[in-house]
């Protein structure tokens, strides 16, 4: 029963919770950025590069027989699967810059008063007594 209270406590805490919904909707957002790549960035760029259609570029190892499969190094994905990361990426460190500026500027402390604004204060508090 102890065990199973833990286990309980553990799922309960905020930061479970929080990291399952981050993992969710990371999930959705890895299927929007790939679909973005490979329905509107990448066309373009294999237009530019003569008409080559990047998921189709492979290595054939060994052609395909009765029995087997073709064996091929799939490069093409590969490129493609970078493409994806490096806009995951991006967005992800503007995300996280946005984020730490915003609390930058929550957690900005006041300047130290002048010395004119100490004395004053000083003066203040010494006429109060």
Same mark, same amino acid.
């Given at each position: @029963?102890? +065990?199973?209270? &833990?286990?309980? &406590? ?7 919770? $929080? +990291? ?11 299927? =929007? ?8 960035? +990448?066309?373009?760029?294999?237009? %530019?590069?003569?008409?080559? $259609? ?6 054939? %190892?060994? $052609? ?23 806009? =995951?990426?991006?967005? *992800?460190?503007?995300? *996280?810059?946005? =984020?730490?500026? @915003? ?17 004053? +204060? &000083?003066?203040? $508090?010494?006429?109060?007594?």
């Amino acid at each position: @029963m102890g +065990m199973l209270h &833990e286990f309980k &406590e553990f799922v309960a805490r905020g930061n479970v919770v $929080d +990291m399952a919904v981050g993992v969710i909707i990371g999930g959705a957002f890895g299927k =929007i950025v790939s679909s973005f790549v490979s329905d509107v960035v +990448m066309p373009p760029i294999g237009v %530019l590069v003569g008409g080559v $259609d990047f998921s189709k570029l492979a290595i054939t %190892l060994q $052609d395909a027989t009765m029995t087997a499969p073709a064996v091929v190094i799939g490069y093409g994905k590969f490129i493609q699967t970078l493409v994806d990361f490096g806009i =995951i990426a991006a967005v *992800i460190f503007l995300a *996280i810059k946005g =984020i730490n500026s @915003m609390k930058q500027k929550a957690a900005e402390v006041p300047p130290p008063p002048s010395a004119q604004e100490a004395l004053l +204060m &000083e003066i203040r $508090d010494l006429l109060k007594k």
